[in-house]
Antibody, heavy 121, light 105 residues
Framework: EVQLVQSGAEVKKPGESLKISCKGSGYFFSSYWIGWLRQKPGKGLEWMGIVHPGDSDIRYSPSFEGQVTISADKSVSTVYLQWSSLKASDSATYYC???????????????WGQGTLVTVS | VLTQSPATLSLSPGERATLSCRTSQSVRSCLSWYQQKPGQAPRLLIYDASYRATGIPARFSGSGSGTDFALTISSLEPEDSAVYYCQQRCNGPLTFGGGTKVEIK
């Protein structure tokens, strides 16, 4: 069974750094892209970026490039999303999601993590 | 840009629901549909315009290509109450529509 398990909820202050994680299991981790998506309360889904754990190819949405860093460690089947200096506007639920078949990061998302709520206040 | 309509759809159980997603430029058949219930992660329903994901009931179907797409729920069940999002993957950055909320009367 494919599973994506995300790290727990975080409460941080503006200016602090944060790294959240997403651990995949039940499939060959290096073979599928994993994306990060943001959802602010009561709002829709926003794609932030995507990483291919096999070769650490990373693509960012123009809206998020320079604002966050995405990385992967295939030795522990985990991808990460990190901020160096959080803002109140970063408060949201963040989802990781594994792709279906795709190339070049142009993916749809077949399996989703449970979400990580980040509160910056 | 992906534009979903209507914003809200209120129908009775057993009725047919048709949700629309229009893109500003052609995305060929590279369009997916997701269902999200309150407090839950989204769930993939349809990928590449018309292919049902594993375990998705047959009452859900997708159609369209180019710039006009539709998600049809042939006979609404109470558990279909949710927000539905479309997403394109073949024209620039991955983007989502704003969502259609389906309410069951």
């Amino acid at each position: 069974e494919v599973q994506l398990v995300q790290s727990g909820a975080e409460v941080k202050k503006p200016g602090e750094s944060l790294k959240i994680s997403c651990k995949g299991s039940g499939y060959f981790f290096s073979s599928y892209w994993i994306g990060w998506l943001r959802q602010k309360p009561g709002k829709g889904l926003e794609w932030m970026g995507i990483v291919h754990p096999g070769d650490s190819d990373i693509r960012y949405s123009p809206s998020f490039e320079g604002q966050v860093t995405i990385s992967a460690d295939k030795s522990v089947s985990t991808v990460y999303l990190q901020w160096s200096s959080l803002k109140a506007s970063d408060s949201a639920t963040y989802y990781c999601a594994r792709s279906g078949y795709c190339s070049g990061g142009n993916c749809f998302f077949y399996y989703w993590g449970q979400g990580t709520l980040v509160t910056v206040s | 840009v992906l534009t979903q309509s209507p914003a809200t759809l209120s129908l009775s159980p057993g009725e047919r629901a048709t949700l629309s997603c229009r893109t500003s430029q052609s995305v060929r058949s590279c369009l997916s549909w997701y269902q999200q219930k309150p407090g839950q992660a989204p769930r993939l329903l349809i990928y590449d315009a018309s292919y049902r994901a594993t375990g998705i009931p047959a009452r859900f179907s997708g159609s369209g290509s180019g710039t006009d797409f539709a998600l049809t729920i042939s006979s609404l069940e109470p558990e279909d109450s949710a927000v539905y999002y479309c997403q394109q993957r073949c024209n620039g950055p991955l983007t989502f529509g704003g969502g259609t909320k389906v309410e069951i009367k």
